[in-house]
């Protein structure tokens, strides 16, 4: 008697996302895919490491342990942190050829929480930047900022549309001035917006082709 092969159902989502960290960016997107009802449609890589490279073989490893789980888009989010230029700029070149998204942050994925409360321009580090965002927090909310506070998303809501505006217009500055973006160089910059737009509108992104986010 032959026996029936069982079939293994294909899953399908629009986007993977792997993150370089396990709880400040992560509890900012759970909120969002919670607040625009678009959880069924992303998953995320498990966690390898926090430096670019480890972020982006946490892609590959999702897809070596779940052939049947299939995406439209992968995204990587990353910081340049203290990296080495290797690592980080190789990361980028190897993204791009495989047309993997990447939403970077130089210095770090606080720019993008500190650019929802004022405009950054010039050099920062990553000191600076915490510092200052902790002083943003003390003053709008009477607290301190805490990579583990799981509600930031809900704090700042109000006020993602001028973070978005804001982390535009350095991205457009810098290619205005330099003729190009060199994002290990660019200081402050980050394209954490890009994914944010993704999410916050993902079948416009979809049709849009992921607004060329790999470029």
């Known amino acids: 008697m032959s026996r029936k092969i069982k079939k293994v159902k294909q899953q399908k ?15 900012y997107i759970k909120d969002l895919l919670k607040d625009k009802n678009i959880i069924p449609h992303i998953i995320f890589a498990k966690h390898i490491g926090t430096d670019p490279r480890s972020v982006l073989k946490a892609i590959e490893q999702f897809e070596k342990e779940n052939p049947d789980i299939k995406y439209d888009k992968a995204w990587l989010v990353i910081d340049r942190d203290s990296f080495s230029k290797n690592n980080f700029k190789g990361t980028l070149e190897t993204a791009r050829k495989k047309e993997i998204c990447v939403a970077y942050s130089n210095e770090c994925y606080e720019l993008w929480l500190l650019l929802h409360f004022k405009d950054v321009t010039s050099h920062k580090t990553r000191e600076a930047i915490r510092r200052e965002l902790n002083e943003e927090f003390q003053k709008n909310f009477g607290l301190k900022y805490e990579k583990s506070e799981k509600h930031v998303y809900g704090m700042l809501i109000d006020k993602q549309d001028k973070a978005i505006q804001r982390a535009k217009k350095l ?7 330099d003729g190009q973006l060199d994002p290990y160089n660019n200081n ?3 394209k954490i917006y890009l ?13 849009n082709n992921y607004l060329n986010c790999n470029e």
């Open 13 to 27: 989502k629009h986007i993977l996302i792997a993150l370089e960290d396990t709880k400040s960016s992560r509890f």
């Open 171 to 177: 991205i457009e500055n810098i290619i205005s001035i």
């Open 188 to 190: 402050p910059s980050t």
């Open 195 to 207: 994914l944010i737009e993704c999410l916050n509108n993902l079948e416009k992104c979809k049709e």
